[in-house]
């Protein structure tokens, strides 16, 4: 079946990492994503990991996957208040085939 | 590059009308997808075109919800007649081709059904 969770809300203070988790039911997916939302606009691709691989860094982002526990997860580090936003996390079988989206975490920063 | 484009932005209309909504992806892209995001849920797949043919509309309401790629770049998708449960933002996203990994948004078209 196809079903990408995540949890809802994250609070954390400016200058903290945060980590947001997402957890996906099928095994058969070879690219996981992390997009992220603003309020009233649409969707920012932030990064995405192949299946094969266990960590990928891009500046403040570090995305790390067991797929044995089916299990991403998104770390920034050095929150900022632009930060504050919904963060998707999606998986997709194949290259060209359309991406299946959790609900999002709501992510809010504090100064 | 121009990113992917929407318009209008916003539209609110009443139950039982009908409404449409345009698309131009990214210049060069041939894989065209369209998502409804309800408030509080991740965009779901309505509608997936590879250049002007449909690679996935399994889950295009196909009694009220229609949408062309006539001749492979823009596209639009339409809603005839509207129920309250449409109220939605529909996104459009584009990709260079079926291998690629990179998909990107539009800002969505916001739409309200009163």
């Known amino acids: 079946g196809e079903d990408v969770e995540q949890s809802l809300f994250l609070s954390v203070r400016e200058g903290d990492s945060s980590v947001i988790n997402c957890t996906y039911t099928?095994?058969?997916?070879?690219?996981l994503y992390w997009y992220k939302q603003e309020p009233g606009a649409g969707l920012q691709l932030l990064t995405y990991?192949?299946?094969?691989?266990d960590m990928k860094q891009d500046q403040r982002l570090t995305v790390l996957l067991n797929k044995k526990d089916k299990h991403l997860s998104l770390r920034i580090a050095d929150t900022q208040t632009g930060d504050s936003a919904i963060y998707f996390c999606?998986?997709?079988?194949?290259?060209?085939?359309?991406?299946?989206f959790g609900k999002g975490t709501t992510l809010s920063v504090s100064s | 590059e121009a990113g992917v484009a929407q318009s209008p932005r916003y539209k609110i209309i009443e139950k039982r009308q009908s409404v449409a909504f345009w698309c131009n992806p990214i210049?060069?892209?041939?894989?065209l997808y369209w998502y409804q995001q309800i408030l509080g849920q991740g965009p779901k797949l309505l509608i997936q075109?590879?250049?002007?043919?449909?690679?996935?509309d399994s889950q295009l309401p196909k009694d009220r919800f229609s949408a062309e790629r006539l001749k492979g770049v823009d596209s639009t998708l339409k809603i005839q007649p509207a129920k309250l449960e449409d109220s939605a933002v529909y996104l459009c996203?584009?990709?260079?081709?079926?291998?690629?990994?990179?998909?990107?948004f539009g800002p969505g078209t916001r739409l309200t059904v009163t």
């Open positions: 996203a584009s990709s260079f081709g079926q291998s690629s990994y990179e998909q990107y």
């Open positions: 099928d095994s058969s997916s070879t690219y």
């Open positions: 990991i192949f299946s094969n691989m």
């Open positions: 999606a998986e997709r079988y194949q290259a060209g085939t359309a991406l299946i």
């Open positions: 210049s060069g892209h041939a894989t």
């Open positions: 075109f590879q250049n002007n043919g449909v690679v996935d």
